[in-house]
């Protein structure tokens, strides 16, 4: 019996081998969380110090290291990035030393605090496509529905295409055009009704594979399609058996990386699929506010910050895990704003300071053209 099964048993009632338990004492308090109660009445905790999820550092190489010294034991953890080396110490089990020791070690902190407005007031979309997040679908088709779902947020991510995760709480909410349900299995009747409302407001939905199959208590519809459930012609909604954000996840899964080190991409299975993707959006009526003409070795996050429209991007072009941490520079990336009174772009580079980029007017929009990306940068119209 694993951790997670007596977990698993414990939230859905049942009877679990061991008791899920932690050591420490500090517990998020009960009152006031009616919602966590069921999982403290089961003698679970929940740590105020403890972080409830794991960190996945892409382009981080790690590596761990043991000392002996009589009866102590001093265990180093290292983390070898793009931007230099850190590493912690731990004497039998007990901090020792911190990650950061010396100004080299904080060089890349302090160039986030110079400029923490540009990473940390809050991001809002612009013109987005909603990829839809459904919690039942998650919960009862696991691994069904985040296949697909990772999949499109790779696939926007990879395409430069600006998206909102829309959930339940905020599908009401959503104002774009285009509405993704990636292999949303459950749906219940509120979200039946949501997405109809999405429709007569004149917005389109994209539905793949197994979408609407059951209510949210996980009750099979009797093979209704989503299209039944809507009421609505297809030339609002558009349904693909074979989810397309599923399909780009097995085909970058099998060579992206490779690619990435080569820097060629234009013959791939996953450039075509983005290719497809980007038709896709613009037949369905997706006009992006923001637009990124990069390899898809490039990830573009398009967001508003502070009224300006932000372009985050992130370079990982010729990056080969534990050999190449430091990605190859990638040149020319065109980029277009609307121009609603912005006349200048600039662009600050990673660990770089801001400069001015030119730009020039074309067809209504404000378009440039940054010389050579490196590791990465932000880039935003004003």
């Not at 989810?243 to 996840?249: D, E, I, S, T, Y």
Request: net charge negative.
């Amino acid at each position: 019996m694993t951790v997670r099964q007596d977990l698993t048993d414990a939230l859905n009632g049942k009877t679990p081998q061991m008791t899920p338990f932690s050591i420490y004492s500090e517990f998020v308090d009960q009152i006031g969380c009616e919602r966590l109660k069921p999982m403290f009445d089961l003698g679970l905790g929940i740590c105020k110090h403890v972080a409830t999820v794991r960190l996945i550092e892409h382009g981080v190489e790690e590596e761990t290291r043991e000392r002996h010294d009589g009866d102590d034991v001093y265990t180093t953890y290292v983390k070898k990035t793009p931007a230099g080396e850190v590493s912690c110490t731990r004497h039998n089990g007990w901090h020792h030393e911190d990650w950061i020791k010396s100004p080299a070690d904080y060089r890349v902190f302090q160039w986030i605090a110079e400029h923490e407005d540009t990473f940390y007031l809050p991001r809002e979309s612009i013109s987005p496509v909603g990829i839809y997040f459904s919690p039942t679908s998650r919960n009862y088709f696991t691994d069904q529905f985040l296949r697909s779902y990772r999949g499109m947020l790779i696939l926007a991510l990879q395409t430069h295409i600006e998206f909102q995760v829309v959930t339940p709480r905020t599908l009401e909410s959503f104002d774009g055009q285009v509405l993704i349900l990636p292999n949303v299995m459950t749906i219940s009747d509120r979200e039946v009704d949501l997405l109809q409302s999405h429709l007569d407001k004149g917005g389109q939905i994209i539905a793949t594979g197994e979408c609407g199959t059951y209510d949210e208590h996980r009750k099979y519809l009797g093979g209704a399609t989503l299209g039944d459930l809507l009421g609505r012609a297809a030339g609002q909604l558009q349904h693909f058996p074979v989810c397309p954000g599923k399909v780009f996840l097995a085909a970058a899964s099998g060579n992206f990386d490779r690619q990435a080190q080569t820097g060629e991409y234009d013959s791939t299975e996953f450039h075509r699929l983005g290719m497809e993707f980007g038709q896709l959006l613009s037949a369905r009526g997706h006009e992006p506010a923001v637009t990124v003409e990069a390899p898809p070795f490039v990830s573009a996050q398009i967001a508003r910050v502070g009224d300006r429209p932000h372009v985050f991007l992130a370079n990982f072009n010729g990056i080969v895990a534990g050999e190449q941490l430091v990605p190859d520079p990638v040149a020319d990336i065109r980029l277009t704003f609307p121009v609603d009174g912005n006349s200048r772009v600039y662009w600050l580079p990673y660990l770089g300071e801001i400069k001015q980029l030119p730009a020039t007017r074309e067809g209504g929009k404000l378009v440039c053209t940054i010389p050579a990306l490196e590791r990465g940068a932000v880039i935003w119209s004003e």
